[in-house]
C-alpha cells in the first residue's frame, strides 16, 4: 500500500506524462491508497484508455459512475490523471475518479442547459487552428482565445494553408489580429509545403500537453500525423473549396517522439463561453487597460459619462465590432458565474437577451 503511494512520487515515467507534485499531492486526497494512476489517452463511451509507468491499457468506470448521478463534467476525460484498481489478472482497469484538474478546457454542451463539456483536462498550451483559406474569422478566435485562458492554458494562434492565399492576405490577416489587441503569439504554416513545421516544432516541449482547437476541415489532423511521422489520425480529401469535412470520432492523446503530447479534436461547430471572467481580460486588455480611466469605478461602459471605452469608440481607437464582442461575451459569462437562484431571478430580464447573444455566436 506504501508503495504504491511512494511510486506516484518521483516516478519518471509518469512525470514523462506530465504528472508531477501537483498531482501527487491531490492523489493522496483523491485516490485510496490502494489504487495506481494513469492519464487518460481516449474516451469512447464507458471505455477507457489510459496510460501510465505500465503502459498503455484498457479501463472501464467504476459503478459510482452508472448508479451515481454525475453530471458530465465529472466523468474523465481526454488528459485527465485517474484513479485506477487493477490486478494483474483482469482485462480491464477500473476507474475510481478524477484526480484534481489543473487546467480545463470545456465549452457549453450543445443545447439549453448551462451544464458544460469537457474538451480536454491538464492541457498546458491551446493550439487555436483556423485556416487562412476561408476560415479566418476574428471574432471566433476571440471566443477561443477566451475558452483557453479561462480553463488556465495558455494560447496560440495556429494559422494553417497558406499555401492557398497570397502572402499579403495573410500579412493582413496578421494585421487584424494585432490591431484586435490580441498579443498571442501566432504561428503560420502549411501541411503542403511544410513551411512553418519547423517553427511549430521547436514550440513543443516534453511533458507538456497541447490541445489543438478549431473548425473541422482546419488541417489539425493532417498537422498531427506530421509531427507523429506517420498517419495516425484519419484526415479528410479536399472538397472543391479546399476545406475538408471532420472524420475525428474522438480526442486522443498522443505522445510525440520528444516527450510532447497532443491533443486532437473533432471540429466544434457550437460553443459558448463559459466564466470567462479572468478569459476575457486577457482577450480584451485593450478595453481592460482604458476602463481604469473610465469616471466611474464600476463603469459598465454602456452609458456612463467620462468613460474612457466610449471614448475610445468614439474616435475609432477601440473597433465598434470588438466592443460589441466584449459586451456580449461579458453577458454571458455573468450569467453563467451566477448562482442558480440568482440565475433563475436574472433569467427573467437576461433570458432574451441571452438568447439573441447565443443566436449570434451561433452565425458565424
Ligand atoms: N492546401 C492545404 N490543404 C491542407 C493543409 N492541411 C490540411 N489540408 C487538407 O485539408 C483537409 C482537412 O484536413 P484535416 O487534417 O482532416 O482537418 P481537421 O478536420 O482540422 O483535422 C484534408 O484534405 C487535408 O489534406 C495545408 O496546409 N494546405
Ligand atoms: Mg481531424
Ligand atoms: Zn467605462
Redesign the pocket.
Given at each position: 500500500m506504501i508503495d504504491l503511494i511512494t511510486s506516484r512520487m518521483n516516478n519518471p515515467k509518469l512525470e514523462a506524462l506530465g504528472w508531477d507534485d501537483w498531482f501527487a499531492a491531490h492523489a493522496t486526497t483523491d485516490c485510496d491508497a490502494t489504487a495506481s494512476v494513469g492519464r487518460v489517452a481516449a474516451v469512447d463511451r464507458d471505455l477507457l484508455l489510459l496510460i501510465n509507468e505500465t503502459g498503455v491499457f484498457r479501463a472501464k468506470l467504476c459503478g459510482k459512475y452508472r448508479y451515481e448521478s454525475v453530471s458530465a463534467s465529472e466523468l474523465p476525460c481526454v488528459g485527465d490523471w485517474v484513479c485506477v484498481e487493477r490486478s494483474p489478472a483482469d482485462q480491464f482497469g477500473l476507474v475510481q475518479g478524477v484526480i484534481g484538474r489543473k487546467t480545463s478546457l470545456r465549452r457549453k454542451a450543445v443545447g439549453e442547459s448551462v451544464d458544460c463539456q469537457m474538451i480536454a483536462a491538464n492541457v498546458d498550451f491551446v493550439f487555436i487552428v483556423q485556416s487562412c483559406h476561408y476560415d479566418f474569422n476574428l471574432k471566433r478566435l476571440e471566443r477561443y482565445l477566451v475558452m483557453a485562458m479561462e480553463g488556465g492554458a495558455t494560447p496560440y494562434i495556429l494559422l494553417t494553408k497558406t499555401d492557398l492565399i497570397e502572402p499579403d492576405v495573410l500579412s493582413a490577416q496578421l494585421a487584424q489580429i494585432r490591431s484586435a489587441g490580441i498579443d498571442v503569439p501566432v504561428l503560420t504554416l502549411s501541411s503542403v509545403t511544410r513551411d512553418g513545421i519547423d517553427e511549430l516544432q521547436r514550440v513543443l516541449l516534453p511533458k507538456k500537453t497541447y490541445c489543438f482547437v478549431g473548425s473541422?476541415g482546419v488541417g489539425?489532423?493532417t498537422i498531427i500525423n506530421g509531427l507523429v511521422g506517420r498517419a495516425v489520425?484519419?484526415?479528410?480529401g479536399v472538397s472543391s473549396t479546399g476545406e475538408g469535412r471532420?472524420?475525428?470520432v474522438r480526442r486522443e492523446l498522443i505522445v510525440l517522439e520528444n516527450g510532447a503530447m497532443v491533443i486532437?479534436?473533432?471540429?466544434m461547430r457550437e460553443f459558448g463561453v463559459l466564466g470567462a471572467g479572468g478569459g476575457i481580460e486577457a482577450s480584451y486588455s485593450d478595453i481592460i487597460a482604458l476602463s481604469s480611466q473610465c469616471h466611474f469605478r464600476d463603469c459598465t461602459h454602456t452609458n456612463e459619462p467620462g468613460c474612457a471605452v466610449l471614448k475610445a469608440l468614439e474616435t475609432g481607437n477601440i473597433n465598434a465590432e470588438h466592443y460589441e464582442n466584449f459586451l456580449k461575451l461579458r453577458a454571458e459569462s455573468e450569467y453563467h458565474e451566477s448562482s442558480y437562484a440568482e440565475k433563475r431571478k436574472k433569467d427573467k430580464d437576461f433570458g432574451r437577451y441571452i438568447k439573441s447573444a447565443k443566436k449570434d455566436l451561433r452565425d458565424d
Open positions: 473541422s489539425k489532423s489520425l484519419e484526415t479528410k471532420h472524420t475525428t486532437d479534436n473533432p471540429g
